[in-house]
């Protein structure tokens, strides 16, 4: 049976019709279908195994650097010379993060609390826990400057009791020590006979409140009524809003927890988080766009008027009392101690504070804080927040540690929290965010080209196969009646002789 090959192109010029349907098809629907899967897969529910796992447990791993100022001329300091520092580490800890008292309510929340542990970690450190170091005494020029207003006489008292105690101005102790707790007369006396004025009650340190603690009460949206609102914290311990600050705004907790965010960000999203150990919400701004092994992200950093001062920023009066832009003042939130937060090495901060300091040397590489985000889903890839610990010291008539002590932010020491996805958690990352969508991707636009070809060819070969078909015709035609064409040819030629002979006689 012969194969009708017109046909048969006709049938490929519909199966590219359809091909380029579908393509198109694909073009509208894959988006709808992505995208889909994403809100179905971030929706903090203990359904979506892989997404809950990585907001309850945070799998990825996670670090604490942390860098000492080691004071190397404090009796010079005491004297009003400007302080000499040297940056002594990275000791670094690693941070185990794990949520607990998780409980869904009805209004679309979540409530927990979330744990933190650390672990010193030798081979990513400089040195040990050993290694001794000379900072500020938070104890002592911490409560001179909160006690300098009180009257002369009280002032005297308080300097006989740190004489008492064997306290002075500066401390020198091990990493271990300053960290996480050093045993202290004075910290039992003053428990013992002002409670509450210490954030602690045991030893005393840097740290101390930090390690086997909590970040308070948080309750969050889950995303399953609007994913817009995914993360956003709805309340930390019972609150809407804080007390700490002057101002409203201020006051304000706005944003997530800080470990994720809403999907489907632009350039144009920001990232806004409330922070417990700031007391305070900060917002971070894109910067540029990057990739992290395939995967796309978005860089956020934090903007020169984030600790900026009421003077340069208006809405940041609400923190002061202020000192120059770069310092944020927590005393409000720190037991009233003369305590500033700022970036390390006073990286993006008035100038002037590197003239009271010798040692410092900010870079953005290296003391800027970032958070790399992927866009579609709102993840955080790769984070870094660097944060600067500083104590204002200056010298308080009647508190004779504090001797001749120029007024200066002293920086006491700088830590980095990092973390980035890695591992079976970054490939399954990959292969659903960049190979499936790519998978699409191509298969769309393919089923558009081949379909198109598919016409363009059918259609071309449909035309040969019918003009070779009229031709095979009238070929046929003649062959069945030979005579017949033998004579339209004779008399054709005949009529050409006579029209010849006539042209001539007329001549």
Request: proline share 6%; charged share 20%.
């Amino acid at each position: 049976m012969a194969i009708n090959k017109a046909k048969v192109a006709v049938g490929f010029i519909v199966a590219g019709v359809l091909m380029v349907f579908f393509g198109v098809v694909l073009t509208f629907v894959g988006p709808i279908i992505i995208d889909d899967q994403v809100v179905k897969n971030t929706v903090i529910d203990p359904k979506n195994s892989m997404s809950y796992t990585m907001w309850k447990d945070v799998p990825v791993p996670f670090f604490m650097s942390v860098y000492f100022f080691n004071v190397l001329n404090p009796q010079e300091i005491l004297k009003g010379e400007k302080p000499m520092v040297e940056q002594k580490g990275p000791f670094v800890y690693r941070k185990r993060i794990q949520k607990d008292n998780i409980t869904f309510h009805d209004n679309g929340t979540v409530s927990y609390r979330e744990y933190r542990t650390y672990y010193f970690e030798p081979t990513m450190s400089s040195g040990n826990e050993s290694e001794v170091v000379t900072i500020p005494n938070m104890l002592v020029l911490g409560a001179a400057g909160m006690m300098e207003t009180l009257p002369y006489a009280v002032r005297l008292m308080i300097s006989a009791t740190f004489k008492s105690f064997k306290e002075g101005p500066f401390l020198t102790k091990t990493v271990g020590e300053l960290m996480w707790g050093y045993d202290s007369g004075l910290v039992d006396f003053l428990n013992k006979w002002l409670p509450g004025m210490l954030p602690t009650t045991g030893k005393f340190g840097l740290f101390a409140e930090f390690n086997n603690s909590n970040t308070g009460l948080f309750t969050i949206f889950t995303g399953r009524d609007d994913i817009k609102k995914i993360h956003q914290v709805d309340s930390w311990n019972g609150l809407t809003e804080l007390n700490y600050w002057k101002t409203p705004q201020c006051n304000m907790i706005n944003g997530t927890a800080g470990q994720m965010w809403a999907p489907f960000m632009t350039r144009e999203s920001t990232l806004p988080f409330y922070s417990p150990d700031a007391c305070r919400s900060m917002e971070l701004v894109y910067q540029r766009d990057g990739k992290m092994q395939g995967i796309p992200l978005f860089r956020y950093v934090a903007p020169k008027t984030l600790f900026a001062n009421g003077t340069d920023y208006a809405p940041n009066a609400g923190f002061c009392p202020c000192r120059q832009s770069g310092l944020l003042n927590v005393s409000s939130c720190r037991h009233n101690s003369p305590v500033f937060i700022s970036h390390p090495h006073f990286y993006n901060a008035d100038p002037v504070l590197l003239d009271f300091v010798q040692g410092l040397n900010p870079t953005e590489e290296e003391h800027g804080l970032f958070i790399d985000i992927h866009p579609m889903t709102g993840v955080p890839l790769n984070v870094s927040i660097r944060l600067q610990l500083n104590l204002f010291m200056k010298t308080v008539p009647g508190i004779t540690e504090t001797g001749k002590i120029a007024d200066v932010v002293m920086p006491m020491i700088w830590f980095e929290e990092s973390g980035y996805i890695d591992g079976p958690i970054l490939s399954t990352f990959h292969t659903n965010l960049v190979v499936l969508p790519a998978v699409m991707e191509f298969m769309q636009y393919g089923f558009i080209a081949l379909g198109v070809a598919s016409i363009i060819i059918a259609s071309l070969m449909h035309h040969k196969f019918k003009r070779a078909r009229t031709n095979v015709k009238m070929t046929s035609e003649g062959l069945d009646n030979p005579g017949a064409s033998y004579k339209e040819w004779a008399q054709g030629d005949q009529d050409k002789k006579e029209k010849c002979d006539i042209h001539n006689a007329e001549k």
